[in-house]
């Protein structure tokens, strides 16, 4: 039987995945990657604890996550093409514009 | 009535505030005619006021309250009783004279306009200081008339410093200065004597606060007595506050003549004539007074005996004749203080502005050892200083007889004989330096022709204006008896004793002996031509007298050079060391922690996603360390 503990272990483990892969990773797509990463396992989290608490918030909550990552995403690639068409990389090592 | 005293006191704040909107630029003759005019008005309404005074009593006005805080409430409010009528026409009249008479004195000064302004503005803080039917607006105008004086003694202000032997004042800003600071001292006594007033009766209304003295324990009045006389002796500049005076003829001589002469300077006699229920219940204070107002008198009068400047002269006598004011005030004969106050203002006022004549002609060459002969060219000024000079030096029938002579009879009569022949001494002084002055000036060799000057006299509607002063100087002593009879009214009656009474003919005889005594003696030194004595010159007593007994120079050397030298290690070691050094260290740790952290500012978003999870994990960590605590 799997339990409320094992998909909050799986949520856990893909968050940090997550995390890793923003911090390790230099390439613009792959942080985005990242970030859907963790948008998903947090997503895991909410439903298994909503159905774990026959409370349907949770999901409805997953449900929003999905939607606002949706539109990130469709936002966030329309950018990332202008800076690849600006700058020929998305290499982050490469925008240092703000250094202090 | 209520107009004719609002008229008197914002006239010249009028006139002020409308010479004020042309204070920077260059000269405009009507700006002169028009302030002039309305210090006229003020003068008429004064001189009205005193008429309806005089039949109907005192006239009080409240404008509007000023302070309302708490129990404490101080009104604008105005009192004219007979005394502050007495002052009001005074002021008002000199104030004119010296208006009209500056038209001509300052024509070729850059700031005509300017200096106009600030007369106006003096006159103005003046009727507050005697109209106010408190002790708080008396104190306004007060500090009103400090700054004007402080602004027209340094009216020169761009002139340098010099030193002391070439300048006995160093320069017209530094002695405006000497002057605000040691009015400040004097002011923060008087303050305190406020306060206390306002501790012990609650109040500050000049009534209130003389019914209520009774209530006081003796010390308490001793005390405060004593503080308020404190301010009076700045404003007076009696001993030890008394070098701003000599110091503040620096300012132009129109100036000298109504502030430093007729109006702020009595400003102390007025206060001490104002608060006479207070000592007239504190009789030491008050022989206190009389002592130090007798000493100041012979003081100043020994210091006019050898100076050389024609304007310093004056400005001892004027010191000299504030300690007769303050020795009739003390004694208890208010109403004799202000007779000779009254007097005073018109015969010095005369003397100054007479002054003013031989300085202009004499292109502001002051020493009197430079002029000589001028009587020739200079008739009318001549006649005018003569007079002025014989009222001082109180020769039957002029002004100053009658006060002078009245002061000594009432030193006679509370049998202090010791401020008597003092002051009866001061009185052969007078006579002397007054006519030593009169002498060198317009009798004697014409010696400024050696150092090429052209004297001229002065134009006919100044010699005009300074006429009332003149008739004044004459006949204002024949008004003694009901001068006495009219301010008497509000101040105490004096009364002579019967012993007195048989002795005022042996007293007026000695005094004019002593009188007559000097003007001949100066007559025989210095009428034919000036005979200069090496040897007296050189002695000490001539020095100790022509240097003002040095107390310039010690207190330079005891308080200033010492006090300069305290702020210099204030500065240095304490401003720079500590407080300075505490804000700049703040900013040095904002500023270099600031730079430290510059180094997190990669530009890098791998960078700050870093420190970003960073602060997500320990913020994490900080809320599991809390959770596992509650």
Not at chain 2, 441 to 465: I, M, N
Not at chain 2, 469 to 476: E, T
Request: proline share 2%; glycine share 8%; net charge negative.
């Amino acid at each position: 039987m799997v339990g409320l503990n094992e998909y909050l272990i799986l949520s856990a483990i893909l968050f940090s995945i997550g995390v890793v892969g923003v911090i390790r990773r230099k390439n613009l797509l792959m942080l985005f990657f990242a970030t859907e990463i963790m948008l998903n396992a947090a997503n895991i989290a909410f439903a298994a604890i909503s159905s774990y608490h026959n409370d349907l918030t949770g999901q409805m909550f997953a449900f929003f996550i999905v939607a606002v990552a949706a539109s990130e995403v469709a936002v966030g690639l329309g950018l990332l093409i202008l800076i690849y068409k600006k700058y020929g990389t998305l290499d982050l090592d490469n925008f240092t514009v703000l250094k202090g | 009535m209520e107009t004719l005293v609002y008229t008197a006191l914002f006239a010249p704040l009028v006139s002020s505030l409308f010479a004020a909107l042309f204070g920077m630029t260059p000269k405009r003759q009507f700006v002169g005619i028009v302030t002039s005019l309305l210090l006229f008005v003020s003068f008429v309404s004064s001189a009205l006021l005193l008429d309806y005074v005089m039949e109907f009593g005192s006239i009080h006005v409240t404008m509007m309250d000023w302070i309302v805080a708490g129990d404490m409430s101080v009104p604008f409010g105005f009192n004219v009783d007979q005394v502050t009528a007495v002052m009001m026409t005074v002021v008002t009249l000199v104030s004119t004279v010296v208006h009209i008479y500056s038209n001509g004195y300052m024509e070729h000064d850059k700031g005509f306009n300017r200096f106009f302004s600030y007369l106006s503005a003096f006159v103005f803080s003046m009727m507050v200081l005697v109209m106010s039917d408190n002790f708080l607006g008396l104190f306004i105008g007060w500090e009103g008339v400090g700054v004007c004086s402080w602004l027209l003694i340094g009216f020169w202000y761009h002139k340098e410093d010099v030193g002391r032997d070439v300048n006995p004042s160093i320069s017209p800003a530094w002695a405006a200065n000497e002057a605000f600071i040691m009015n400040r001292i004097a002011d923060l006594g008087m303050l305190v004597g406020i306060f206390l007033i306002y501790w012990n009766i609650g109040s500050l209304q000049y009534d209130v606060v003389f019914s209520h003295l009774d209530g006081l324990s003796h010390g308490m009045l001793v005390a405060i007595g004593i503080f308020l006389f404190i301010g009076a002796m700045g404003k007076s500049a009696q001993f030890p506050l008394h070098t701003w005076l000599a110091d503040a003829m620096e300012g132009p001589t129109p100036v000298s003549a109504l502030i430093h002469a007729a109006t702020m300077v009595t400003a102390g006699v007025y206060l001490v004539i104002r608060a006479n229920p207070l000592y007239d219940m504190i009789p030491e204070v008050g022989y206190f007074i009389a002592a130090l107002g007798t000493f100041v008198a012979i003081f100043a009068a020994s210091m006019a005996l050898v100076n050389r400047d024609l304007k310093r002269i004056i400005a001892y006598s004027t010191l000299s004749q504030l300690g007769y004011m303050f020795a009739a005030a003390g004694l208890g004969a208010y109403w004799v203080a202000l007779f000779h106050l009254a007097a005073h203002a018109f015969f010095k006022a005369l003397l100054f502005l007479g002054a003013g004549n031989v300085m202009h002609a004499m292109h502001d060459e002051l020493d009197i050892f430079k002029m000589g002969g001028l009587k020739k060219i200079m008739g009318w000024t001549y006649a005018y200083m003569g007079v002025a000079s014989l009222a001082l030096a109180g020769i039957w029938p002029l002004a100053g007889f009658y006060s002078k002579d009245t002061i000594l009879e009432v030193a006679f009569n509370e049998h202090t004989y010791g401020i008597w022949f003092i002051l009866w001494l001061t009185a052969g002084l007078t006579a002397f330096y007054s006519f030593r002055l009169v002498f060198l000036t317009f009798w004697s060799d014409s010696r400024y022709k050696e150092f090429g000057f052209h004297p001229h006299e002065v134009q006919k509607y100044v010699l005009w204006a300074m006429a009332p002063l003149a008739i004044l100087a004459v006949v204002f002593g024949w008004y003694k008896d009901s001068f006495m009879e009219f301010v008497t009214r509000t101040l105490p009656l004096y009364e002579m004793s019967e012993h007195t009474h048989h002795m005022v003919g042996v007293l007026i005889a000695v005094t004019t002996l002593v009188a007559v005594g000097g003007i001949v003696v100066a007559y025989l030194m210095y009428s034919r031509r000036l005979k200069r004595n090496e040897k007296i010159e050189k002695s000490l007593p001539y020095r100790v007298l022509s240097n003002q007994y040095y107390i310039p120079i010690f207190y330079e050397k005891a308080f200033s050079k010492p006090y300069a030298e305290l702020s210099d290690i204030a500065w240095k070691e304490i401003d720079m060391q500590v407080v300075d050094a505490t804000v700049d260290g703040i900013a040095h740790l904002v500023e270099e922690s600031g730079d430290g952290a510059r180094g997190m500012q990669t530009g890098n978003l791998s960078d700050y996603l870093k420190w970003m999870a960073f602060g997500v994990i320990a913020l994490a960590v900080l809320a599991v360390f809390v959770a596992m605590k509650s």
